[in-house]
């Protein structure tokens, strides 16, 4: 079992930016892919970014060319710069790992709240 923690969120003006941090620990097994998701109030959650072991990354629609995902794998830790972020950008933002060991099953982080005011 892994365990992710996640750091970074707050309350930030649009046109801002945040930095979240996520750490991934406790696991035997090697990680595959790491990732950020986030749910909004009333909303489906959905992936924002997501990046392999190998460097590989793919992001929603939504928030390419502001948000950008990286990974440093020595320290099992993963990054989600945020740029010019907009109010609907608004959402509980949670660290997901993928194990190499169970393709396709995330575990997740509890989440941290990023708020954008407009």
């Known amino acids: 079992q892994v365990q992710l923690v996640e750091s970074g969120g707050g309350l930030v003006q649009a046109g801002g930016s945040l930095r979240l941090s996520c750490a991934a620990s406790?696991?035997?097994?090697?990680?595959?892919?790491m990732g950020w998701f986030r749910q909004a109030p009333g909303k489906q959650r959905e992936l924002v970014a997501r990046?392999?072991?190998?460097?590989?990354?793919n992001y929603a629609d939504s928030v390419k060319g502001r948000f950008t995902i990286s990974r440093d794998n020595a320290k099992n830790t993963v990054y989600l710069q945020m740029n010019s972020l907009k109010p609907e950008d608004t959402a509980l933002y949670y660290c997901?790992?993928?194990?190499?060991?169970?393709?396709?099953?995330?575990?997740w982080g509890r989440g941290t709240q990023v708020s954008v005011s407009s």
């Open positions: 990046i392999t072991s190998g460097g590989n990354t």
């Open positions: 997901a790992a993928e194990m190499v060991a169970t393709i396709g099953r995330w575990y």
């Open positions: 406790g696991s035997r097994f090697s990680i595959n892919a």
